[in-house]
């Protein structure tokens, strides 16, 4: 799924929430406690998609429950972990520049330090010769084990490492802290077995293994008793899940269960492939209104021949089919996309298709990347014939001809009423920033209050990545009432948080 890589400083965030999970919890008491008996502190930086956010989320619920407290920097933190991400290689460093820094400043003694996710997965014990302040080294297949190796770490072991990939399990938590304040996110599917020729997520998150429908429709529930409208189901294919539970539902029914969840406004889902993207979801997203007007729908690329490359298992054709099928339903459904240009073998005319391909279909967001060689994936049979310069001219131009497409498309909204869910409010201008169902960011002049609520917005400009406007209802639905929340921060820090996660997953 295609953020641009955003870094989430997830350490004391903007009102968080806890969903307690069923079930016994360890004794705080007993375990993350420092030697003078306090709570041992702990601050988890997260680099990369929704799915390493959540993780992350996941991940200071196992920390919480055994008794650690979360806090507000690096500096103060006893345990600093840093959830990593490998999806292309100036993402991996930037782990490799954390800890030199760590390292330069002489501040990591004192602590523990962990690396977890796909960098830890990718490069496993080598971290400890790399880096040897490093003490745990967890990859996401293996989260199941983290209270064990915590255990291990409390009891003295200098060094833990969890990297196992062949795992049925999927990471089911009996606390999961909530960092952003409107949207909870929820994962459905963990792994991929897709295995495109560019991509290295099959080898650092392992095997794809779909939660049953029972939990998730639990966990929904549960979100909403705590106070959340809006959910984002998660899967790297999230349209590749299939229900382990006897009911055996199809996606496309799941989504009409957690839409039909009593309480729920708005429910999202990423990463489809278009592989699996059949006509029953559109269906479904059609008689729902609960489900949102948006489809995030990865291309990659608009030549066959790339494609077939790739190893995506479809053609252009097959691709525009899809989008004109989701274009003809009954409601606008707005559409996104990933890009990645320079691919092994892509000639001026294979990217002129793809730029091709951004016209026919006028996204209304495009993610796009030059392309990364990346270890273990079969790509690295393949000639990497495009120069990094010549990369980065085709990022460019693909850039510049979206920027000119975004901008008609939002332009053509000036006038519109819109109902946004508003996400964030910034003191400084007044304004506050809320999202429509179809996942366009629009600003407006609003207060403190506004956070939370779905308000009307006149949409009375635009530029090619948001809008402005006038809330013209100021009625609103009143914000709901979290019921458990934890050290919460002034509205106002909530803002950048709320939006940094990007729009569409990894
Ligand atoms: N699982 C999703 C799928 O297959 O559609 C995509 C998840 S990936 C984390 C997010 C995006 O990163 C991909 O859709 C792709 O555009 C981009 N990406 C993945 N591997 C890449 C690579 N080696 N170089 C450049 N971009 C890459």
């Known amino acids: 799924m295609g953020t641009e890589l955003v870094q989430i400083s997830s350490s004391v965030p903007a009102q968080p929430r806890e969903c307690p999970e069923p079930g016994p919890r360890a004794n705080p008491g007993s375990l993350g406690t420092s030697a003078e008996g306090s709570a041992k502190t702990f601050y988890i930086e997260t680099f990369g998609c929704q799915m390493n956010v959540h993780d992350s989320e996941k991940v200071a619920g196992v920390l919480m429950s055994r008794g650690y407290q979360p806090v507000g920097s690096h500096e103060e933190a006893e345990i600093v972990l840093y959830n990593t991400c490998s999806i292309r290689e100036k993402a991996a460093q930037k782990v490799f520049s954390r800890l030199g820094a760590f390292k330069k400043r002489g501040s990591g003694a004192a602590k523990v330090i962990g690396v977890l996710g796909c960098v830890a997965q990718q490069e496993g014990e080598r971290f400890f010769e790399r880096a040897p302040q490093v003490s745990l080294v967890c990859g996401s297949a293996s989260y199941t084990k983290l209270p064990e190796l915590l255990d291990q770490l409390e009891s003295g072991r200098r060094r833990v490492s969890g990297l196992d990939l062949d795992t049925d399990e999927c990471f089911e938590t009996e606390l999961t802290r909530r960092d952003n304040p409107c949207r909870a996110y929820l994962t459905i599917i963990e792994g991929c077995d897709q295995r495109c020729s560019f991509c290295v997520v099959p080898m650092t998150r392992g095997p794809e293994r779909s939660r049953s429908s029972h939990k998730i429709l639990e966990e929904c529930r549960r979100l909403v008793d705590g106070g959340f409208t809006e959910i984002q189901l998660l899967g790297q294919i999230v349209n590749a899940w299939q229900d382990p539970a006897p009911q055996g539902l199809s996606f496309a029914e799941l989504l009409v269960r957690v839409a039909e969840v009593p309480g729920l406004r708005r429910v999202r889902f990423t990463t489809s492939h278009p592989r699996y993207f059949t006509t029953d979801i559109i269906r479904a997203i059609e008689a729902n209104p609960t489900l949102c007007d948006q489809v995030h729908l990865p291309a990659q690329s608009g030549?066959?021949?790339?494609?077939?490359?790739?190893?995506?298992?479809?053609?252009?054709?097959?691709?525009?089919?899809?989008?004109?099928?989701?274009?003809?339903?009954?409601?606008?459904?707005?559409?996104?996309?990933?890009?990645?240009?320079?691919?092994?073998?892509?000639?001026?005319?294979?990217?002129?298709?793809?730029?091709?391909?951004?016209?026919?279909?006028?996204?209304?967001?495009?993610?796009?990347?030059?392309?990364?060689?990346?270890?273990?994936?079969?790509?690295?049979?393949?000639?990497?014939?495009?120069?990094?310069?010549?990369?980065?001219?085709?990022?460019?131009?693909?850039?510049?001809?979206?920027?000119?497409?975004?901008?008609?498309?939002?332009?053509?909204?000036?006038?519109?009423?819109?109902?946004?869910?508003?996400?964030?409010?910034?003191?400084?201008?007044?304004?506050?920033?809320?999202?429509?169902?179809?996942?366009?960011?629009?600003?407006?002049?609003?207060?403190?209050?506004?956070?939370?609520?779905?308000?009307?917005?006149?949409?009375?400009?635009?530029?090619?990545?948001?809008?402005?406007?006038?809330?013209?209802?100021?009625?609103?639905?009143?914000?709901?009432?979290?019921?458990?929340?934890?050290?919460?921060?002034?509205?106002?820090?909530?803002?950048?948080?709320?939006?940094?996660?990007?729009?569409?997953?990894?």
């Open 303 to 506: 030549s066959t021949s790339v494609l077939a490359r790739m190893l995506r298992r479809y053609t252009r054709e097959e691709y525009l089919e899809k989008t004109h099928c989701i274009q003809s339903a009954r409601r606008a459904i707005s559409l996104s996309t990933d890009i990645i240009v320079g691919f092994c073998g892509e000639t001026q005319e294979d990217f002129e298709q793809t730029l091709s391909l951004l016209e026919e279909v006028q996204f209304d967001q495009v993610f796009s990347f030059k392309y990364s060689p990346r270890p273990r994936t079969a790509a690295l049979g393949l000639e990497d014939t495009v120069p990094d310069e010549e990369k980065g001219r085709r990022l460019a131009e693909l850039q510049e001809v979206q920027r000119r497409i975004q901008l008609r498309r939002y332009q053509a909204l000036v006038g519109q009423d819109v109902e946004v869910l508003v996400e964030g409010y910034q003191p400084r201008t007044g304004q506050a920033v809320g999202r429509t169902t179809s996942n366009r960011v629009v600003n407006f002049s609003g207060s403190p209050e506004d956070v939370g609520r779905y308000l009307t917005v006149r949409v009375t400009s635009a530029g090619p990545n948001s809008l402005v406007g006038e809330c013209t209802d100021r009625k609103g639905d009143s914000r709901p009432v979290p019921r458990a929340r934890i050290g919460a921060l002034p509205i106002g820090d909530s803002s950048g948080s709320a939006l940094s996660g990007g729009a569409h997953g990894n």
